[in-house]
C-alpha cells in the first residue's frame, strides 16, 4: 500500500463512507458453476453515494504481465490525499483477448472490494475453494491405482 505524505482527510472520509456502504448485491449468475456472485458494477453501485458524499472517488490502472494483468486501485479524496492499492496480480491460462478482459474485470472487482472494505453477501466458505481438494483427491486415486497396476506387473 503506498499513500500521500498525509492521510488523516481521506482516513476519515473512507471511515464514514464504510459506515454508509451496503454489501454487494450478489444477483450475477455464473452458468458454468451455477453459482451468483457481485459484479464489478454492484460493487461499485455500493460505494457510488456513500463515496460522492464523502468527497471521494477511485481510479483503476490495468497493465500486463508475462503471466496475466495487474490492477491497481487508488482512492482518491477531494484534499489531494490518496491511497493506492496494488498492484493484485491475476493469471491467465489463454493469452487471448476474451481471457484478457475476464482477468481484468475480476481484478478489478475484487482489488476494488479489498481497497475500500466492500462485502458481498457472499458466504465465506473459510478458504475451500481455493484448496482444490477435488484435485488432490483425483491425484490421490490416480497415484493409488498405478501403484495397484505395477504390483501386478
Not at 10 to 22: L, R
Not at 81 to 89: A, K, R
Request: contains cysteine; hydrophobic residues 35%.
Amino acid at each position: 500500500m503506498k499513500t500521500s505524505e498525509q492521510i488523516d482527510q481521506i482516513s476519515k472520509a473512507m471511515s464514514i463512507a464504510q459506515g454508509e456502504m451496503k454489501p454487494a448485491s450478489k444477483s450475477t449468475v455464473n452458468p458454468f458453476f451455477k453459482s451468483t456472485y457481485s459484479s464489478l458494477a454492484q460493487v461499485m453501485d455500493s460505494i457510488r453515494e456513500p463515496f460522492a458524499k464523502n468527497n471521494l472517488c477511485v481510479f483503476q490502472d490495468v497493465s500486463s504481465t508475462e503471466s496475466g494483468v495487474a490492477v491497481s486501485t487508488r482512492v482518491c479524496h477531494a484534499s489531494g490525499q490518496w491511497i493506492e492499492f496494488g498492484p493484485m496480480l491475476v493469471p491467465l491460462t489463454k493469452k487471448d483477448a476474451q481471457s484478457v478482459g475476464s482477468a481484468t474485470t475480476y481484478g478489478k472487482r475484487y482489488s476494488l472490494s479489498a481497497a475500500v472494505g466492500v462485502v458481498s453477501d457472499l458466504e465465506d466458505d473459510d478458504g475451500e475453494g481455493a484448496m482444490n481438494r477435488n484435485g488432490e483427491k483425483e491425484k490421490m486415486i490416480e497415484s493409488l491405482l498405478i501403484l495397484q497396476n505395477m504390483k501386478r506387473l
